[in-house]
C-alpha cells in the first residue's frame, strides 16, 4: 500500500511554545486514520500544517505526493475538510455555501449544480436547499459541512472533530456515511474525535498524540493489547493519563457582541 | 477569476440582504445633514460662504463612504472568528484574488450607500450643479470606497480581536472624518488644520466629490484623482501582503 499522507519530524512552534515536537506518521491510501489525543495536544495544529493554512517550523510533509509548502495549491485540491469550529456563512443558504465553494475550486457550472443536488440529498439536506445556514441546528451545520468538503471529489478528507455536540442518531449516521465513501469512493479518511467507540469502530490504524509527540500508534486492537485494557478509552487513559487539560477559549461571545453593536440586526 | 467573482458577490448579497442594516447605516448621515446642514446653515450663509447643506452633503457622502467600507474590509477580523475565513484559505485559489474580491465588493457596497446618502440629501433641499456631475461623481465614489476598503483590509489582517476593532474605527475612522474638511471649508481653516488634512487621503476624496457635485474644489481635480489613485494602489499592495500573511 502507497501512504497519501508521509509526516516526518514535523514541528510547529508559536513563539517559543512547541505546539508539534517532531511528529512522524504515514496515512495509507484509501484509508481511515484516526488522530487521537487530548485537548491541546495538537491534533488541529498538525491538520493545518497537513492543510496550508500554518507553515510548518520544521519537518517535512507530503499529502498526496505533494509538498503544502511549495505546492500549496495542488495539495488544497487533493483534500476537503471539516474544520473542528464551523467555517459556514451563516448568511448565506445551504446552497449558496456550497456553489461559492464549487466556484472557488472551479467546479463547472453543470456538474456543480447536480452534484450540489446529490450532495444534499446525500446528507438528507435537500429540503433545506433555500434555507440560511444561521437556522440550522449543529448537526444540520456538520451535515453541510461534509457536503461542502466532498463537493470537489477530495482524495483526502480531513474531519476535525466532526461529531462534537451531536446527537447518537447524527453520530451515528455521520459515520456510516464516512464509512461508505471510504468503502465505495476510496476516499482516505483522516479523523480526530473525542468518543473512542467511534474510533474503535470506524478507523484502520490509530495515532496517539499527547504534549505534542506521538505516544503511540497501531489498530485499536493493537492498542489496547500493548496497554492491556479491554477499551480503547481504557487504552487512551492508560496511554495519556488521567490529569484533565484545559481547552483554549475563544472570544466568541464577544465578537457576536462588537458585531451587532456596529451592523445594527445582523447575528 | 472565480475567486474574485465569488468574494464580490458575497459581499453584494450580504448587503442586498440586510435591508435594516442599510437604513441603519443611513441614520447616522441623516441626522449630520439635518443637525448641522438646517442648524449652522444661516450661521454659514451669514459668514458669506453660501449654502451649507450643498457644501455639506459631499462631506456626508464621504463620510457615509469611509465608514461603510473600513467597516467591511474589517470583516475579516469576524470572518476569522467564525471561522469562513478558513474555508477560503484552504481554497486553491490565490489569496490575492480572494483579498480583490472581497475589496472590490466591500467597494462596490460602500459606494451604494454614498449613492443612496446623495439621493436622501437630495430629498432634503441639496442641488447638484448639474445633473451631469453625477455621473463622474458616482466614479469618484468609487475610488474612494476601494481606497478605504483596501485600508479596512490592510488594518483588519493584523488584527485578531475586537478590541482592535473598536480602537480603529475611534482612532482611524473618527479622525480621518473629522479632519478631511468633509464638514468645514479648508480655503478658510486655520494652517495648522490644513495642513492636517493634506494628509487625509479622504480630503481629497470629498474635494473631487464637491468639483463634481458643487462645481468648486479646494486643491482641484487634478491632485484629487492622483492622490485618490496613488493611494488606492499603495493601499491594494500593501492589504495583498498583509493579506497573504495571515494564518489562521
Ligand atoms: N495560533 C496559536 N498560537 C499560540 N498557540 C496556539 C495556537 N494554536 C494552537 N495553539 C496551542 O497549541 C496547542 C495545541 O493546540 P491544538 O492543535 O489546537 O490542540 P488539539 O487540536 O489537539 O486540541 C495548544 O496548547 C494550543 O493552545
Ligand atoms: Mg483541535
Given at each position: ?20 515536537k517532531g511528529v512522524s506518521f504515514e496515512v495509507e491510501e484509501g484509508g481511515i486514520f484516526a488522530f487521537l489525543g487530548p485537548n491541546g495536544a495538537g491534533k488541529s495544529t498538525t491538520i493545518k500544517m497537513l492543510t496550508t493554512l500554518l507553515h510548518p517550523s520544521a519537518g517535512s510533509l507530503r499529502v498526496n505526493g505533494f509538498d503544502p509548502r511549495t505546492d500549496a495549491d495542488a495539495v488544497r485540491r487533493s483534500f476537503g475538510i471539516v474544520f473542528q469550529d464551523p467555517s459556514l456563512d451563516d448568511d448565506l443558504t445551504a446552497f449558496e455555501n456550497l456553489e461559492f465553494h464549487g466556484i472557488l475550486y472551479g467546479v463547472p457550472k453543470e456538474t456543480r449544480t447536480k452534484r450540489i443536488d446529490e450532495l444534499l440529498a446525500l446528507v438528507e439536506l435537500s429540503d433545506r436547499r433555500d434555507s440560511f445556514v444561521r437556522d440550522f441546528s449543529g448537526g444540520m451545520k456538520r451535515r453541510l459541512e ?122 | ?248
Amino acid at each position: 500500500m502507497t501512504s497519501i499522507i508521509e509526516v516526518k519530524d514535523l514541528t510547529k512552534k508559536f513563539g517559543s511554545f512547541e505546539a508539534v515536537k517532531g511528529v512522524s506518521f504515514e496515512v495509507e491510501e484509501g484509508g481511515i486514520f484516526a488522530f487521537l489525543g487530548p485537548n491541546g495536544a495538537g491534533k488541529s495544529t498538525t491538520i493545518k500544517m497537513l492543510t496550508t493554512l500554518l507553515h510548518p517550523s520544521a519537518g517535512s510533509l507530503r499529502v498526496n505526493g505533494f509538498d503544502p509548502r511549495t505546492d500549496a495549491d495542488a495539495v488544497r485540491r487533493s483534500f476537503g475538510i471539516v474544520f473542528q469550529d464551523p467555517s459556514l456563512d451563516d448568511d448565506l443558504t445551504a446552497f449558496e455555501n456550497l456553489e461559492f465553494h464549487g466556484i472557488l475550486y472551479g467546479v463547472p457550472k453543470e456538474t456543480r449544480t447536480k452534484r450540489i443536488d446529490e450532495l444534499l440529498a446525500l446528507v438528507e439536506l435537500s429540503d433545506r436547499r433555500d434555507s440560511f445556514v444561521r437556522d440550522f441546528s449543529g448537526g444540520m451545520k456538520r451535515r453541510l459541512e461534509i457536503a461542502r468538503g466532498l463537493l470537489h471529489h477530495p482524495k483526502i478528507i480531513f474531519l476535525d472533530e466532526p461529531t462534537l455536540g451531536l446527537d447518537p442518531q447524527t453520530r451515528n449516521h455521520l459515520w456510516s456515511y464516512v464509512e461508505k465513501l471510504n468503502a465505495e469512493e476510496g476516499i482516505t479518511i483522516f479523523f480526530t474525535t473525542h468518543y473512542m467507540e467511534e474510533a474503535d469502530k470506524v478507523a484502520k490504524k490509530i495515532a496517539v498524540i499527547d504534549h505534542g509527540t506521538i505516544i503511540a500508534t497501531g489498530s485499536g486492537a493493537e492498542l489496547k493489547a500493548q496497554t492491556n485494557t479491554d477499551s480503547l478509552e481504557n487504552a487512551f487513559l492508560a496511554l495519556t493519563g488521567s490529569e484533565i487539560r484545559e481547552e483554549a477559549s475563544g472570544g466568541l461571545d464577544h465578537m457576536r457582541e462588537a458585531r451587532r453593536m456596529w451592523s445594527g440586526n445582523r447575528k | 477569476m472565480g475567486g474574485i467573482y465569488v468574494m464580490w458577490k458575497r459581499e453584494v448579497l450580504r448587503f442586498l440582504r440586510s435591508p435594516s442594516r442599510i437604513a441603519g447605516s443611513l441614520g447616522q448621515p441623516l441626522l449630520f445633514l439635518v443637525a448641522l446642514g438646517y442648524g449652522l446653515g444661516p450661521v454659514f450663509r451669514a459668514a458669506g460662504q453660501g449654502n451649507y447643506l450643498d457644501f455639506l452633503a459631499p462631506g456626508i457622502i464621504g463620510m457615509a463612504i469611509i465608514f461603510t467600507s473600513i467597516f467591511n474590509g474589517m470583516q475579516i477580523i469576524w470572518d476569522r472568528q467564525f471561522g469562513f475565513l478558513k474555508e477560503t484559505m484552504v481554497a486553491p485559489v490565490s489569496r490575492l484574488a480572494i483579498m480583490f474580491g472581497r475589496t472590490l465588493g466591500g467597494a462596490t457596497v460602500a459606494a451604494a450607500q454614498g449613492a443612496l446618502v446623495l439621493i436622501m440629501a437630495v430629498l432634503i433641499g441639496f442641488r447638484p450643479v448639474s445633473w451631469a456631475g453625477i455621473a463622474p461623481a458616482l466614479v469618484v465614489m468609487l475610488l474612494v470606497a476601494l481606497l478605504f476598503s483596501a485600508v479596512g483590509i490592510t488594518v483588519a489582517s493584523k488584527l485578531r480581536d475586537m478590541q482592535g476593532f473598536h480602537l480603529i474605527m475611534n482612532l482611524l475612522v473618527m479622525p480621518l472624518f473629522f479632519l478631511s474638511g468633509a464638514l468645514f471649508p479648508l480655503s478658510s481653516a486655520p494652517q495648522a488644520l490644513l495642513l492636517i488634512a493634506r494628509f487625509d487621503p479622504l480630503s481629497y476624496g470629498v474635494d473631487a466629490l464637491r468639483y463634481f457635485l458643487t462645481g468648486s474644489a479646494a486643491f482641484g481635480l487634478g491632485l484629487d484623482l492622483l492622490i485618490l489613485c496613488a493611494v488606492s494602489a499603495f493601499f491594494l499592495w500593501l492589504g495583498a501582503l498583509f493579506f497573504s500573511q495571515i494564518e489562521v
